[in-house]
């Protein structure tokens, strides 16, 4: 089992930025598929951003595309997500997911993702 734990979430302004941070456990930390999912209250969670095992392959939903940067720091068993340029429409429950099957690649699938963090709170104000 992988343990997931998020952190970063607040208040902020429009226009204002944050970073969430998510610290995993779990020795083999390198060999998951991270992503970061989110759900507005009466909505279902959706896709926010995956990344690869090493880093290099980043996929992103089209909403947040250019503001949203994901990244991991695979020494510290850590991934974040720097969201810059937020909106209203980007206050959300965000929740950081593992997928730690053994061929696995970035998705945007609820389905592929096998741990899932307790959420934290993001709340943009107009």
């Known amino acids: 089992q992988v343990q997931l734990v998020e952190s970063g979430g607040g208040l902020v302004q429009a226009g204002g930025s944050l970073r969430l941070s998510c610290a995993a456990s779990?020795?083999?930390?390198?060999?998951?598929?991270m992503a970061w999912f989110r759900q507005a209250p009466g909505k279902e969670r959706e896709f926010v951003a995956a990344?690869?095992?090493?880093?290099?392959?980043?996929l992103y939903a089209d909403s947040v595309k250019g503001r949203f940067t994901i990244s991991r720091d695979n020494t510290k068993n850590t991934v974040y997500l720097q969201m810059n340029s937020l909106k209203p429409e980007d206050t959300a429950v965000y929740y950081c997911?593992?997928?730690?099957?053994?061929?696995?690649?970035?998705?945007?699938?609820?389905?592929?993702?096998?741990?899932w963090g307790q959420g934290t709170q993001v709340t943009v104000s107009s």
């Open positions: 779990g020795r083999t930390f390198s060999s998951y598929v």
């Open positions: 997911a593992a997928d730690w099957k053994p061929f696995a690649s970035v998705s945007p699938a609820i389905r592929e993702y096998d741990s």
């Open positions: 990344i690869g095992r090493s880093g290099g392959t980043t």
